[in-house]
């Protein structure tokens, strides 16, 4: 998170410009009357920005800033860990990121309700720090293994791109949970419009994803709801001035995209990873823990790709829409939590039973989850405090 | 594992690059954009460098939020968005290319 060089810190730090922005925010925002402004991210860490830096805390009575789909974590289906716990139990190594290392199951397998219940019971699993890692100690040592592969748009060149050029070991397999954001964004403003609560009337579109997808599809979805979006950064002052820009944009009725993070994200994004992407993987439609299936909305190997396929070489069924159940723990609200119409405090589990430490629902596991966030900085209600560290 | 980390290209390699997090921490990453060139300052994320960082595009923005902020505030908040508009300008003309 933290942006190393001077000209970035100031984006974090500087006091005075983030009360000036402020003032802008307050002002629109009373143009705009007493009726409620929604803005909803897409992106764990603009959730993280929002709550570490107590931004809530800074908007206007009538502006609410709130997290929708941001986690890839959050939304692996339980079936697909449980298969990872099954072949690591089965012997098999299994190569796993470390907030997908603690992930709860719904369903026990062998008595694990994780990989981390499955390596404490003597199943293989081995954490890494990313693809490319595996991808070495694999070539190195020839054993068979599976790649929990996680991930958004961000994380798709970590794998493409080994696979395309081919740098991966034939026993090296890949288990593709790869999924898309902007159709799981689409699918959560319409999921608001459906139950008749307060819409979207703003969005805040991830910036590194945006990175690799260009500003291209948040236009079309801008367009698509009426409704603008602007892509942004991560620091304090970017995430402040994208409300500004958003509710300037509402003001004026305005839907279309603006790109704020312009230091990262063009119109068209990094062409070379679509390409590549495009040639390893097909986009198909895919499951969503607590959601339920999404129209294209997910990533699998193809053509010759394919013999790296963890599924095909493992006997491993695919989820089939007519197959998936709901797949959350009995009273988790991750799945609305996902969609942006709960929050953590409605949930009656959060920090009472489910910790970061013991985690009961997907979104406590991994920093991006709203539950993890909030439950580790205190959420809305404390982020006063927090405000000081930006001096507003 | 979604976070996204800056930091700069110390060796560009076949398909991978050496990248230094700061403080002498450095990795092999995957090289997942074009024109990446060594001491570029890039992002890095889930262990592949999805893009660089262009430094001067931060003014842009703030440009860009300038223009509307001006047009709403009022002289004496005009004059504290000229003041931080102008202290990015300095910052980002030391040591910049
Ligand atoms: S607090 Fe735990 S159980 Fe409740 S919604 Fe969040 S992750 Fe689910």
Request: aromatic share 8%; charged share 25%; hydrophobic share 40%.
């Amino acid at each position: 998170m933290a942006e190393s060089p001077e000209s970035l810190q100031v984006l974090r730090y500087d006091a005075a410009a983030a009360s000036s922005i402020k003032k802008t925010i307050w002002r629109l925002a009373n143009k705009l009357g007493s009726k409620k402004i929604k803005l909803m991210n897409f992106c764990g860490t603009h959730e993280w920005t929002t709550v570490h830096f107590g931004l809530r805390s800074l908007m206007p009575p009538n502006v609410e800033l709130v997290a929708g789909p941001g986690c890839p974590v959050c939304v692996t289906p339980s079936y697909y860990i449980e298969q990872a716990i099954k072949l690591s139990m089965d012997g098999v190594r299994v190569f796993s990121f470390g907030d997908a290392f603690k992930l709860p199951s719904l369903r026990r397998v062998k008595g694990a309700r994780s990989l981390e219940d499955a390596k404490a019971l003597g199943g293989n699993v081995e954490v890494v720090y990313s693809f490319l890692d595996a991808v070495k100690k694999a070539s190195k040592d020839g054993k068979d293994s599976v790649f929990l592969g996680i991930g958004f748009e961000t994380t798709t060149p970590s794998y493409s791109i080994p696979l395309y050029g081919g740098h991966v070991p034939e026993n090296l397999y890949f288990m593709s949970v790869l999924r898309l954001t902007p159709p799981a964004a689409s699918y959560a403003i319409e999921a608001a419009l459906e139950r008749g609560v307060t819409p979207v009337q703003g969005i805040i579109a991830p910036g590194h994803v945006s990175t690799i997808t260009g500003a291209k599809p948040w236009d079309e979805m801008a367009r698509r709801f009426g409704i603008p979006a602007v892509v942004s950064g991560f620091e304090p002052l970017d995430l402040l001035m994208s409300i500004a820009m958003l509710l300037k944009m509402i003001w004026e009725g305005e839907a279309r995209v603006v790109i704020e993070y312009k230091r990262l994200v063009s119109w068209e994004g990094n062409r070379y990873v679509q390409e590549v992407n495009s040639r390893v993987f097909s986009v198909e439609d895919a499951a969503w823990r607590g959601l339920g299936f999404i129209p294209e909305s997910g990533l699998e190997l193809k053509g010759s790709y394919a013999a790296h396929d963890a599924f095909k070489e493992f006997g491993v069924k695919r989820l089939s829409a007519e197959e998936w159940s709901y797949d959350l723990p009995a009273a988790c609200k991750c799945a609305d939590i996902t969609l942006g119409l709960a929050k953590p405090t409605d949930c009656p589990l959060f920090k009472r039973v489910c910790m970061p430490e013991h985690p009961i629902g997907p979104c406590m596991v991994s920093l991006e989850g709203t539950c993890a966030v909030w439950a580790r900085f205190g959420g809305g209600g404390l982020a006063e405090e927090i405000a000081k560290e930006v001096g507003v | 594992m979604c976070w996204g980390v800056p930091a700069r290209v110390v060796e560009i390699r076949e398909y991978t690059a050496i990248v230094d997090f700061g403080g002498g921490s450095t990795r092999e990453v995957v090289l997942a954009a074009n024109g990446i060139k060594e001491g570029d300052l890039v992002m890095v994320h889930a262990g592949a460098i999805i893009g660089r960082i262009s430094e001067e595009e931060i003014l842009s923005s703030l440009e860009l939020y300038k223009e509307m902020a001006t047009s709403l505030a009022d002289s004496e908040e005009r004059r504290e968005i000229e003041e931080y508009i102008q202290r990015y300008k300095q910052l980002l003309g030391v040591g910049h290319k």
